[in-house]
Every structure is written in C-alpha cells, then in structure tokens.
C-alpha cells in the first residue's frame, strides 16, 4: 500500500512493531527518555522494521516516500504531546493523525535524530525540517546542534554538515501529501498553543526565540548552522570532513550574504564540465554516499549541489563574524589539509568542492573590498581573509580543470541532462547539437531521437546541420550513410515543427554557412531522391493553386529550401513564367521565405548579388519565349519586389542592376523586357528617406534612354541586320525618362555641387545627339540650361529668350521652322501647348495662311512616320486646334460627291477635314517625289498611327451626332453622319490604293468595316421616305469605289460587307 498521511496500514503496523520492540528494548527508561548512548541497544528493531517496509515496496522511491512518512511521524510525535484522555472521544473523529500517533509510543529527539542518521535521509530531513513554521523550525535545528555538540561522534559531524549542505541546497518545489501533512498538523497545534488563554508554548518549544522580538527565522537558521560548527568544529577529524565543514561555510557566506555578486550565470560548458566532474569524483569515490548510484541520480544531485539558492540573506555584523571564523579555520586546518590535498590521494568531493568554493570567493572578496566602504576592522578582517585564501590555495597543486574528464563521461552527463529535463538542459541541448566528438554514436542518435521535441530551435537544428555536414564530409561509408539519413529525417522533422519565422532562421543559417547549393554539395543523401521530391511537390502545388493551400504549399516548400536552396528556388523561378496563371501563387510561396533575400558575394565580397536574382537570370532570362511568359515573368518580378502582404524578396535596385543596366544598350536582344522591367520598378516608392535609384547610376542610366531616343530619329535608316527596339516601344522608353525625370532629384545628391556637374555632365553628353533629345530633360534641367532648338524656330514662334537659345543645325535650313515647331509639339503635352500660344500665323493674310498650310502639311509628313502613338496623338490634337482656330487651311473638295447634299454638316465639318488632311498627306507621302523616302517596313507603321487617328475619328463623330436612334425615331442627324462614314471611307479606300508596300492592309480592312457598321447603324436610322432609294444609291456607289481597290483581299472583303448591308436592305419594308 502506498504511504498516506497518516493512513494506517500493514506498513505502519510493522513500523509500530518496530517501536514496540525499541521500547521494550530501552526499559527501564521509555523511549522519550533515550539517550545517544542507547541507540545502538534500542534502534535496531526501529531500522529493521523500515528495512523490512522497504522489501516490500516495489521500486526505491517508493522506499524513499516511506522514509519520509517515518521520519515525519517520529517527528510529529516528538513535537505534539499526547492529548489529554477527557479529549480521546473526539480526537480520532477530527485529529487525521490520531490513530497513527497513538501506534507510536513517545519518543525525544534522540530517536528521531538517530533514526535519520541510520537511515541516511538528511534530504529527507530537511525537506521536513524546513515546512515547521519559521521559529519551531529554528527551534528544532538549535535541538539538533546541542545534540551534536554533545558526545560528539564523526557519525554526528557528517550528519551535521549534511544537513547544513542539503538546507543550502533546498529548493522550493510542491510539496508531497506528507510534508504537506506534516506542515498543517504542525502549524495547526502550534496556533492553537499559541492562542490559548496565557498559556505559554509547550516545553519542548522553550528555546525558541520571541516571533515578534527575535531575528528572522531564516537568518537565524543560518546563524544557527554556524554556530553549530563553532561548538563541533573541535570534534572534526577527518580531514575530508575539514574540508566538508570549511566548504559549507565558504558556500554559506558566498550565497547569503552582500558578497555574492550580481552577474550572468556559469557559461553551460563550465557548467557540464563540473556536473560530470563531480559525477567523476562520485563513481571513484567508495567512500561517497553516491558511490553506487546510477547516473541518473548522480547527475540530478551534482547539478542540485551547483544551484544553491539563497534562503536569506545574514546581516552585515553576521557576515563579519561568519568571516572571522572562516579565517581562524583556515589558520587552524589550512596546513594540514594543504598537505592532504597534495598528497598522492587526489581529490574527493569534498575538496574538490572547498578548492571551487574557494576560489570563486577569494575573487568575490576582492570585488568586495574594492567596491564596499568598510570600516577599519572589518577591512581588517576582509584583507586578512583574501590573503589566507591566497596563501591556502597557492600551496595546493590540484587542478581543477575538466579538459582531462572522459568524453564518454562527458556526453553521457550531457544525454541524462536532456533525457531526465534538468536545469539547465536546453543549454546543454546546444552543446550536444554542436560537439562533433560525441556526434553520431549510438547513444547520441538514440538520445536525438527519443528528445526531437527539446531540438525544435531555430538555433539548435542549425547547430545539428552542422554537425551534420560536418560527419558527412568525414565518413563516406554505407553504414555512416545509413545514419546520416536517420539523423537527416530528425533534423528536418525537427525544422518541420518550427514556426514559418523560425523556419526562415534556419534557412538564413544555412545560406550563410553554405551559399545557395545549402546541403546540397555536402550531402549526397539529401540529393539521391531531392529531384523527384522537388517534382512530385510542385507537381501538387500546381495543380491546387488557391488561398486556402498557400498555407500547406509553404510547408512543403520550406522542407525543400532548407536542403536546396538554389534548386528550389529556381523551379518556383521556372514554373512560374512557364505555368500559365500560377505565378502569383509562387510568388506568395516565395515571399513567404524573407531569408532567401540572401546576398552571395561568391568572387567578389564588395559587391553582394542577391541569390533570387542569380536564380531568375539563370533559369529564366534570355529564354523566355512567347509574350505571355514575358507577361508572367514581368508580374512575378513585380510581386517579389511589393508583395501585398510580407516584406519584399528582392529591392528594386537589385532588379535594375541584374535586368536593367547590362541590357540597355539598342542593340540588346531583351532590351524591351528590361525596359518593361525599369518602368515596373520605377513606379515602386522608395522606402527610405534616400531613393533606390542612387545606386543604379542614374545620370548614365539617363544617357542611355537618350541615346535610345537619339536612335529613335534614325529609325527607319537603321541597318536591317541591326537589333533596335521597335516603334512602339518608343512610347516605352519616353515614359520611362519621364518617370526617371521626376525621382531623380537634387536632393539625391550628396551635395549641390556634385548635382551641378552631373547634370553638366548629361548636358555634355546630350549635346551630340538629336535637339529634340535635350528637351525632354528639361524638368531635369531647371534653371541650369535653356531649352536649344534650330534657329528657324524662332522665325514662326514668338520664344522668350530667357528660356529658349538657337543653335546652328545644318538640317534644318531656311523655311524649316514648321518642322522644327512640330517636333517640339511631339515632346510633351505642355510643350505642345505651349508651341500652340507661341506660334505666330496672321490669319488676316491669305496667302501667310496658304503658305503656311501647305508647309504645315509637308511638315506633317516628314515627322509622321517617326511618331510613336503617344506623340502623334499630340499632334493630332494640334491639328484639331489649328482647324478650330481657323490657322489651318484644309479645303474640302467633291471628289468622292455624286450630287450636292443637301446637309448641315457644320458640327462635323473638323472631322471631313481631318479626313480630307490625311489622304492629302498621303497622297504628297506617296507621291513620286517621296515614294522611295521611307523603307517598305515603314508603311505599316504609318498606315497603323493613320488607322488609329480614323478610329478615333469615327468615335468623335459618333459622339457628336450621338447614339442612333431606332428606325421609328427621327433623328436629323443620320444622313449626316451616314455622309460623313462613306467619305472617310472612300478617303482609306484611296489612300489603300496609293500604298506602295504590301502588307499593310489588314488595319485598313479593320478600321473600313468599323466605317461601314457605323453607316450601317445611323443610316437604318433614317426615317425619310427616300431613305431605301438613298441606301441602294450609296451601296452601289461604295461598290463601284470598292471595285477599283487593286488588294484582292481588301476588296473581297469589303465587297462581302457591302453585300450583307444590301441583303438587308432589301429585306426591309417599302
């Protein structure tokens, strides 16, 4: 049965025997009456009952708690007097320990101190001890030091300085059900005793000291076990037990008092190199009470003997006098324990424990002088002690270092740390991960295994990897392979249970001790099955691309980047351009990995290069293959740099500097991707005060768009084998050097001067190529630099000199002022309008008007084809400006009228003249003089910027005349509009046939079909009478035109719409 508080039982019955037996034994004199003499008569049924209660109990700590229970129900009986016989009724109803109590007869201190001395329980004793209330506490250890004092025994030394060593030792922890017991049974007569009406305390408690009067308990505790040594210290003989008694005193004074100093805690190596030494000592030490433990125990004892807590702390005069004893004990015992500690015996516990004690106080006594303002005498006192300790430990030659200790004893100390979860065994987890000596035997591999859950640390799989690799460089052999795949599957499993945080700790660990390749080159168990495992994992995560799996995706990621880094990061890199839609998904798995914004320095330290970059250019730059993979790549670089929801994997500077600069030269194949790459960073706020773009270069990364611009005006004269962006990148790049325009500010620069000569510099730089270059920096520029244009522009434009400067260009002689005006309307909107205010026509002289729409339309001409979309959208704004101010003369003839319409066609007369302008334009472009101007390749482009300005003609007609109504509703408008859509398309049809190249007709059938749905739409809008004989007029008038288009596909094409809107037609009523 196990031990209750105070439960009666066949154990207790045995130990009730025993006493009998005792009792009988002591007669004439009854056992509260024993005195140390008699024990050795009287005790031995007392410890032979225990003995036989521990055959019986099934394991030794259930042996221990019976101890306990012994000890304290001895103790109970010595402290609480028997009731009086009128309270034995109602005694065994409410006293718990009244029927054990009286199993027991009365005994006195001697039987209980006697009792644990033969059953070797000071632990046990103590723990009891110390739950009395603080002064019957007191009381009882003053009890224990007269009976020590007197008839002193080396027997009675060891148990004192037991008991003073386990009360350092003691630690507050829960209280078993017998201490617990114990204390309330205790506590409970106590206060009755106490608050009984003038009665005084009982005999037994007559020593104690006044609770409200007397020194604190604690403090008096202390005081106690030294006064203790003061009255037995005579009575010590064994040297050991000298050593025992001086280390005691040394640790006492150390702990309790002002000269323990506040600091960090021993360094965990030092720490397990005492534990295993004291465990050392312990094994080959017959004399030691450890002797024949397991290591278990010896290892929980010896790290309970280095982690003494403070039960109080002594005043300053009790510090003094325990100082002073401490002095005379060494000047009395310090020559002959010298000579022992010398001697061939070596160290045991003891000393070895006095020579650690006192050597970290002879430190803490230094500091204690030096810091603390002492009084004459007690520096005395202070100096006298420091030196004795010198001189004591100067004499004594053992080391007391751990270097020689056994590794085997080492780690095994280490492993029962872990197993067992004692103080201090997450430090000492470190230890085990990183030392290589123990590593990979089977006791380390057993104990990984069975403790994975304490090696779930960021810092400690790190460690593991290491040690890892580290075994794996050494032993190549199918046994040690056997093993590092065991312990790999612990490491990762352990890295598994971490946080996504912790996760990317280890990772960032890993990148640093081994780059990108991670365990890859180290490891070849790792690689033998990491491709098809990178596979199988993407193949999964593809197919189940959404929120919900973003979660279980990083999981299963994470495993992978922890082994291979670079690996996985370039098949995420790989399928997120090849795998249509899925590229944000992988993006957010990538950017769930902050630690793979790593920076490899490889050959060259001072320029770190970002390890997601090199895996992009690597896996994907140069082979991207269609529009859509330049598309996804594109967005997957744009999510890596501003992800919506975690930091970004790489800087805009990083991207600019891999993407940007090395291919921003014309004749680059992936120019245009980089230059859709440059937009995409440029519109990224900086995140600090100083912008990204101060460390991409950014005056020569101006010159460099310049000089693309620069190219831009030689276009179609570029040789035909030579790369160059295309046309409609020019839009591109305009708007790139605008943006760049504005981030790169004054305030970029380190100082105004260096501002200065850099924008001298680019102004330097720009000055050789085209003048219309310059202009576009402008907003750069400020006040620096004064707009330079050809000196003909002044003669058509009223230019404040303030602003504007001529410069000699022999391109442009006499009489090209328009074409230089019209270049500068290309630049920029602003630009454009302000050429419109400046521009000087007197439109009351007819022939200035003349001349000055002829020259606008030849002007027009020549700038046409090298317009990109946004420039000649500028240009037709002027056009639309110039037609509305009347400064543009664009006469409408009747060329394509079969009669005269009888038509307000005033709201729409801007839009028959726009037509009318560009078939006169192309008519002058196509004319013999200019038709081997321009290149075949050339002819596409214009006739596409020709299609687009009709479209969005046919769009401002449509917006003025408004949406066509239903055939029921009048609407007076329709005939107009339906006039105007076959004008500008007999206008495309002419032009159609002009063209000299082939291939340009595919926008022309697209912009001739959207002019024929319209006329379609507001003609069966026409309510009038006449309207079916109208229809079939103009149908047949639009066939005859169309007949004469010399391409058959256009022709063939038009002829079948044409042939619809007739089928229709006829299909409607008279």
Known sequence: MEPGPWGVCEETAVLHGGFLLAARLAQPRPLRELRKADWPRVGPPVTDALGEIGARCPSPLQYSLWKKEAVAIVWAKVLLPDPPAASLDQGWKEDGFFSVGRMIPDVNHTVLFELVKALGVSRLFVQVLLALPRDVCCSELECLVEYIASETSPSDVRFFLDVWWEVMKHKEEQEDATVSAFSALVHQHWCESSLDDGLQPPKRFKGDPDPLNGPPAATSLLMVLTEGLKQTYRSIAQPRMKCYALANLVELLAVSTELEPEGSPLPVAEHLGKVSSVVSLWTSDAESPYHHSGLDEKVKEAERSMNLLSVARLSHEELFVGLDFLCSLLHAWGEELQGTLNSSEGLCYESYRLLHTLTTFGKNLICFSETRDLGEDETRVVLELTQSTKDF???????????????????????T???????????????????????????????LLKNKALFQKPELVLKLLETLVSFAMSHQDEEAREVQMQVTRAIVECYTELSLTDKNKVISGVLVSWGGPGLSLSLQVVMEAFQEDLNVTFNQITKSVSDQGLTRAVASVARLVLLYPEATVKQVCNLAVVNLGAHQFLAQILCSFPALSFLETHDDPGRPHSLVVRCLEETVWGKLSTVREEEQFLEFLAFLM???????????????KAFVLPYLKSDSAQIELSLQILSKVLGIQSCSEEHWIKSCHP??????????????????????????PSLETKDLVLNILCQLCEVVRPEAAPSPELWVQSLSWL???????????????KKLYGDHFKNEVPATLFEICTLPEEEWTSQPLPAYGPGSGLLAWMECCCVSTALRDTMLTLLMVNVDNPEEVNLFSKGFLVALIQVLPWCSRSEWKRLVHVVENLLQRQVLHVPYTLEYVQYMPLLNLRPFACYLQFSVLFLRGFQLLCSPSCSTWLPAEAWLHVVQLYCGSLTDLLGSVKSTAGAPLSPDEDRTSSQEVSFICIQMFCHLLHVATMLPAQGCSEPLVVVALEILSQYEAFSSADTSPSNTLRRANERHFLESITDNVGDKALRSTLLQKLGKLGARSAGEPA
């Open 393 to 415: 430990l100067r004499e004594v030659s053992v080391s007391l270092k751990s270097e020689d200790l056994d590794t085997s004893l080492v780690s095994s100390v280490a492993m």
């Open 699 to 724: 005056f020569p990364l101006l010159l460099s768009l310049c000089k693309l611009l620069d190219g831009y005006t030689k276009y179609w004269h570029q040789p035909r084998d030579q790369l160059f």
């Open 642 to 656: 501003q992800p919506s929801s975690a930091a970004p994997l790489v800087s805009p500077a990083e991207v600019t």
């Open 763 to 777: 102004h330097r730089k720009v000055a050789s190529l085209d003048w219309t270059v310059g202009l576009r920096l």
């Open 417 to 447: 740390i872990i197993e067992q979860k004692l103080d201090r065994h997450m430090e000492v987890c470190s230890i085990f991960a990183s030392e290589k000596a123990w590593a990979f035997s089977k006791d380390w591999v057993d104990c």
